[in-house]
């Protein structure tokens, strides 16, 4: 679909850029060719990522549209892209969700729009960065430059509290990011020292013909895993969740939760897991354990909270659970899981922060106690909001449903008692988001306020209708995503298991561990999952 | 038809979303469109019927749905007798309340939305029926129950309404949860789900039999929950605040009975499980039993007609538990049809009456004689009065437990049998004979309307003759239909027979002489008993222990969580942001007076000695001349020395 050498990457991660100079140049009282011009380069950038999912081949787990260019060769860093089938479903999901988001703040964001917008579509280009970077520390470089566009949102563009809600939720990741930063200079100095090749690559590194001892492991692990649980977030680390989801603006929300909660997980599983092998292992029934109680502890915390938007908040604690322990089941079945689990909690949670965003700006309140009733007044978005909140609660034949069906079987062959504990985590997500449904939608009407809410409109529906959409098809017919990511996680089963099986041979046979990926046999680890 | 079966439940999905999207403002096209889809399903349910009549199956077919290494979950179809009868089951009552609810919805403002909704649940029952697989039952599982959610709240402004939906769909997700982890297990120990795949390998013995335990009481679990079985029954009987139509349809006749149904089709491992099978037997007998009880003193005609289902589930499940697949399923099919006309005729009582209360009525047979003649045949039919329908499958029950020797399980059943026509008798008695008690209710009640009629009629010839085909005496009768694995043909057992009547008959004169011809007076009798009559008449205290115990312990644990949440987590990471601007406020005062002072204080120093310096630079060239004059001097007295 593109010649092999349009680099194709780098012009969906810095197409945005070009609407931000566009925006620039416009003044700062045209808000609504502002607005245009931002909406239209967030979509004309999905429309470029989209042909990424049918392009990108599924049959390798090979790095795809790759761009390889030396950046600071002395140091061994280089400006390199790629994407593979995880990573390019990443990519598309934060390209679909940035336009509907940018929409949405059409009615609500009226101060400052300008800035506002600068701000979404430098966030879009340090996502995409994120997610397509194959050098640590360009892919350092984008994790950073993310952060400032959402601290500005955040506190610029927010509630109340927006001060404290920003700086917490930069310092959290900031003290995160400072650790992986360490860990990745030491990764590289003694990756340098003992095979004499300076590399930032990740392919390289992965590749690399010297085995990390594995209490150096355990060390390297645990910085890059640290700031992953924190961006996840994970409990104990989740607190600055509910703080900046209430406080974000809605937009600010709904990429929150749907793209940059996702870079916690992707970064387990694009870098803990290929590059420490041995000590994620060891590290699993840690991971696994704060991951459960994360399900169940997010979902209690969800029951008892009074505002709508905190509860989603709350929620997105549990389903995050949910994915890493999926991914830390290292099968297929629950790393698919967990991996398919992330876009459809991009999808359903970013729905809901959408729907309490839409009912915030009718009322100027979220809390729950301040409705009733609602389904007589405004039908339409009742429904809308009552497919979401089942999708969010992983009805069969929507998206959830299969998300967490195949992590409770993947969790339930690595670890029988992690996959009831988990599925406790099912039936909570029913009570606390039913009844919050039920207290807001069903009843009598009993504040005058809510009799004369208007119903949605065309603008509002035809944010929510693709979602549902999604929802819908993910459902019914997963497969061609599930397909899509096959491949590459095959090969990282295969990377973890390999390294494993190196290690324990690792005295009798001189085996480097991390065999190219290409050369693995991959019906043989199928074929090996089969049994 | 067997082979292309799936547009037997197909049809109703279209009438859903034709509905929907186009026909929604229009009531009478979307009520036709749904009424038309539901019966052809039923004419399509007939053609496969008599397929299924000439080969017995099973029929499978597969669609390829999710594939991953290592994991295939097919859409699957298995098509046996069981999944025709209950096809002929869910199509002719569905048919018979779509019919129905023309007449009882008549001018409800939600009327084609209504019809969406029982096309969507009709779908759903339909899907669970045809499933070739664990998994599929289970999506379509959690779809009945969702759209039981959105029936049971239809009235969603009420509030009793809408908790009544949530309580449906939350009590009968913890028996869901159960279920989902017997398909765990199964999945781990067999390494698929379909029925056809699982059943070989239970076969041949490839599962050992410890794990079949647990993944047949787990996923029995599912059925304790949507059956409404001890200890989870306690949804049923709240869900009545839904339209009666749908009681009928979904919370009498078919998506209760789904357990019963997933509970037969676990039939291979109760047979070789014996843990599996008395725990099921039990259970059901105890919520047979319990139910019962309940019902003899309820006075809402609804809750009658609840715990009465709750019970007769009880029934069938206790027969499947002592491996009476044919017995369980049997019952399953006469009950769907007498239990849907009950309700049916209960909602044709309360469309003329306005009340629910059965102490409010009496006397309204002659004011609805078709209502009330074939309440009374439905009445008579769960009773088990020979020849109705009830007395073939009730009879079949009480072989299949003594054949297996369960002897106190069948004096229990017995008793029930007694108990069930008492209390469906003191009902007909006290609404349709005797005095009006409410003069009110008495002058406004009315015979309905025919499209409700009609379906009672209908279903009254069904309470009557649709158990003859079980008839022990048939050569090809119901039990060389539906069976496992072997057919299996008992002889005709008259001592049951005579002592199934004789429990029959004398609950039904016991009633008789209480509400009747009042020669008991039931006041009295209630004042008599009065610990046993307030235990029962408050369902045995199910609902208070629940709300006392596990639901304020979770909701205050929940509440101390989450002041754990904001003032230990939280309050460590404020502290460490305290600690930190603390820390940097300390630094500042160090700054201020140290760092900063030793800056400043080089500066002041500098400005010192320059002050100091200054005052000797006068400009006065006498003063220069004569500091070089002493520096001359000075020099020359050095060089001296």
Redesign the interface.
Known sequence: MFSSDFPILSVITYLPLIGVLLILMIDKEKVGAIRIVALLTAAINFLFSLPLFFACDPSTAAFQFTEHVPWIPELGISYFFGIDGISMLMVILTTFLTPLAIWASFGSITEKVKGYMISFLILETGMLGVFVSLDLILFFVFWEAMLFPMYFIIGIWGGPRRIYATVKFVLFTMIGSALMLIAIIYLYYLNYQNTNIPTFNLELLQSSQFPIPINIQMWLFAAFALAFAIKVPMFPFHTWLPDAHVEAPTAGSVILAAVLLKMGAYGFLRFCLPLFPQAASEFTPLISILAIVGIIYGAMMAFVQKDVKSLVAYSSVSHLGFVMLGIFTFNIQGLQGGILQMINHGISTGGLFLIVGMLYERRHTRMIGDFGGLAKVVPVFSVMFMIITLSSIGLPGTNGFVGEFLILLGAFKSNMVYAVLAATGVVLAAVYMLWMFQRVIFGQVDKKENETLLDLNLREKLILIPLIALIFFIGIYPKPILSRMETSVKNLTAIVQQKFRVEEDNHKIRIISGTPMDKISLNEVGEQKNE | MIKYSYIIAFLPLLSYVLIVFFFSKREKTASGIAITAVVSSFVLSLIALFETLADHGPHIFEYE???????KLPLSIFFDPLTAVMLMVVTIVSSCVHIYSLGYMHGDPRFSRFYAYLSLFTFSMLGLVLSGSFFVT???W??VG?TS?LLI?FW??K?VA??A??KA??TT??G??GF??GL??L??AAGTLNYSEVYHQIEENQIPAIILTAAGILIFCGAIGKSAQFPLHVWLPDAMEGPTPVSALIHAATMVAAGVYLTARIMSIIVVSHTAAMTIAYIGAITAFMAASIGLVQNDIKRVLAYSTVSQLGYMIMALGVSGYTAGTFHLMTHAFFKALLFLGAGSVIHAAHTNDIQQMGGLAKKMPITSKTFFIASLSIAGIFPLSGFWSKDEIFASIYHEGHYFLLALAVLVAGMTAFYMFRLCFLTFTGEARDYHVYEHAHESPKTMTYPLIFLAFLSIFAGWVGMPWLEHGYSSFVYFEHPHHAAANYVLMIVGTIAALSGIFLAYQMYYKRAIDPVKMGARFKPVYTFIYNKWYFDELYMGTVIKFA?W???V??RF?QGV??WF?NFV?RFGMFNSRVWQTFDVYVVDGAVNGAGFMTRWFAGGLRKIQTGAVQNYAFVIFLGVVLLMLFKMI
């Open positions: 749905w999710i594939v991953i290494p290592g994991l289970f999506i379509f959690e779809l969702l959610y709240g969603f402004e509030k809408s908790d939906g949530k769909f939350i997700k913890i869901d949860l989902l982890a765990l297990v999945y781990w909701y644990f929940m509440e969580l989450y949440d987590i939280d990471v942001g």
